[in-house]
């Protein structure tokens, strides 16, 4: 858990933020190249369908605006001249942090210029966790501009990039989000910057049996690492004589294992397996060979890890073989693998030894 220093979210003024936002203030609090950096991030994110606009005022930015917009704020008549919501509540957030919503009721949440004012982000970054549906983003924007006494200490006296990392900490101190993008989105003018992270798509691994056989061969495809760049590799890479053994009748040899990850759906989206083979991650006749891949809509939402750590509960040793390049080598090394030897420019074999001594 992220512990944040004393003082930390102190502000000049504490007195009651009601009393503070209850004058009208029908005025945009970024410039106009702000105002649109915000609009094509939206559009580039796709924020659609039912989405929740926190800490709003008249204007949230959107345009097009989604199908739905419920906006939150303090102040009921500037929610009230919102022409894109679609429904509006007043409700203190450094007051009561809990959304008054369903559990996954939106497909997006927004903040805009106005994370620098929570005093509770845990607790509010929590709560949209719970009201987003799998997959959903949260996205919050801001600038060099604020109302400097009801600015937390900590944002006060941070620099654009510590800002940013603010927000990083917010969403780690919560850990219901995957991956943290940050993006400065404007080069003059008012600065925009974004961070912005989605909720995991929810899961549940289960063993692979030999009913598989076409899936983990549908899997080994998408286990093919194509660098930036570079053409996707034509499917008959599967009946290569050097690739059909990693894939090929799955679940009829000794030693075969693995992990399906399916969705709400029953969709399988993810697989991870090992297999003994003599391949390219060879190290020797007692160490099978690991295969993991994520269909690409999951990616980076901990599918993979997920399904790696119920494999690794029967399968204490294994290797593989990684191109440098490819982001997953990251994860490897997080699981407990070691680099043991190189094969040309860029790929190196792994492996991870967790038997006993």
Same mark, same amino acid.
């Given at each position: 858990? =992220?512990?944040?220093?004393?003082?930390?979210?102190?502000?000049?003024?504490?007195?009651? %933020?009601?009393?503070?936002?209850?004058?009208?203030?029908?005025?945009?609090?970024?410039?106009?190249?702000?105002?649109?950096?915000?609009?094509? @991030?939206?559009?580039?994110?796709? @924020?659609?369908?039912?989405?929740?606009?926190?800490?709003?005022?008249?204007?949230?930015?959107?345009?097009?605006?989604?199908?739905?917009?419920?906006?939150?704020?303090?102040?009921?008549?500037?929610?009230?001249?919102?022409?894109?919501?679609?429904?509006?509540?007043?409700?203190?957030?450094?007051?009561?942090?809990?959304?008054?919503?369903?559990?996954?009721?939106?497909?997006?949440?927004?903040?805009?210029?106005?994370?620098?004012?929570?005093?509770?982000?845990?607790?509010?970054?929590?709560?949209?966790?719970?009201? @987003?549906?799998?997959?959903?983003?949260?996205?919050? =924007?801001?600038?060099?501009?604020?109302?400097?006494?009801?600015?937390?200490?900590?944002?006060?006296?941070?620099?654009? %990039?510590?800002?940013?990392?603010?927000?990083?900490?917010?969403?780690?101190?919560?850990?219901?989000?995957?991956?943290?993008?940050?993006?400065?989105?404007?080069?003059?003018?008012?600065?925009?910057?974004?961070?912005?992270?989605?909720?995991?798509?929810?899961?549940?691994?289960?063993?692979?049996?030999?009913?598989?056989?076409?899936?983990?061969?549908?899997?080994?495809?998408?286990?093919?690492?194509?660098?930036?760049?570079?053409?996707?590799?034509?499917?008959?890479?599967?009946?290569?004589?050097?690739?059909?053994?990693?894939?090929?009748?799955?679940?009829?040899?000794?030693?075969?294992?693995?992990?399906?990850?399916?969705?709400?759906?029953?969709?399988?989206?993810?697989?991870?397996?090992?297999?003994?083979?003599?391949?390219?991650?060879?190290?020797?006749?007692?160490?099978?060979?690991?295969?993991?891949?994520?269909?690409?809509?999951?990616?980076?939402?901990?599918?993979?890890?997920?399904?790696?750590?119920?494999?690794?509960?029967?399968?204490?040793?294994?290797?593989?073989?990684?191109?440098?390049?490819?982001?997953?080598?990251?994860?490897?090394?997080?699981?407990?693998?070691?680099?043991?030897?190189?094969?040309?420019?860029?790929?190196?074999?792994?492996?991870?030894?967790?038997?006993?001594?």
């Amino acid at each position: 858990m =992220t512990e944040f220093p004393a003082g930390f979210f102190d502000r000049a003024d504490e007195a009651d %933020d009601a009393v503070f936002y209850g004058y009208d203030r029908l005025v945009t609090h970024i410039d106009a190249g702000a105002v649109a950096a915000v609009g094509d @991030l939206y559009r580039e994110l796709k @924020l659609e369908g039912d989405v929740l606009d926190l800490c709003s005022s008249w204007i949230s930015h959107f345009d097009p605006p989604p199908d739905r917009l419920v906006v939150m704020g303090m102040n009921a008549n500037e929610l009230a001249h919102n022409e894109a919501a679609s429904e509006s509540l007043v409700q203190d957030l450094n007051v009561d942090p809990a959304l008054p919503f369903p559990g996954a009721a939106f497909d997006a949440v927004t903040c805009c210029v106005s994370i620098d004012y929570l005093t509770r982000p845990v607790e509010v970054f929590a709560e949209v966790a719970r009201v @987003l549906r799998p997959g959903g983003p949260f996205v919050l =924007t801001f600038s060099n501009r604020c109302f400097p006494t009801k600015a937390i200490r900590a944002w006060l006296g941070a620099t654009d %990039d510590e800002r940013c990392q603010i927000v990083e900490s917010y969403f780690a101190a919560v850990d219901l989000f995957g991956p943290v993008t940050i993006q400065r989105r404007n080069t003059s003018g008012d600065p925009l910057f974004a961070v912005w992270a989605t909720t995991p798509h929810r899961v549940e691994i289960r063993p692979a049996t030999s009913s598989d056989q076409a899936l983990i061969s549908a899997m080994q495809y998408q286990a093919f690492f194509v660098p930036p760049g570079a053409d996707a590799l034509p499917r008959s890479i599967l009946d290569q004589p050097d690739i059909r053994p990693y894939h090929d009748s799955f679940g009829t040899r000794l030693g075969d294992v693995g992990r399906i990850a399916v969705d709400s759906t029953g969709r399988a989206v993810g697989a991870a397996w090992v297999r003994q083979v003599t391949g390219y991650g060879f190290v020797d006749r007692d160490t099978p060979e690991l295969g993991v891949a994520v269909m690409s809509e999951h990616r980076g939402h901990g599918v993979g890890r997920m399904l790696l750590e119920s494999l690794f509960e029967t399968v204490p040793r294994c290797s593989l073989s990684v191109d440098v390049r490819n982001p997953a080598k990251a994860l490897y090394e997080r699981l407990g693998f070691e680099v043991v030897r190189t094969d040309g420019e860029y790929t190196v074999i792994m492996l991870r030894d967790r038997r006993p001594a």
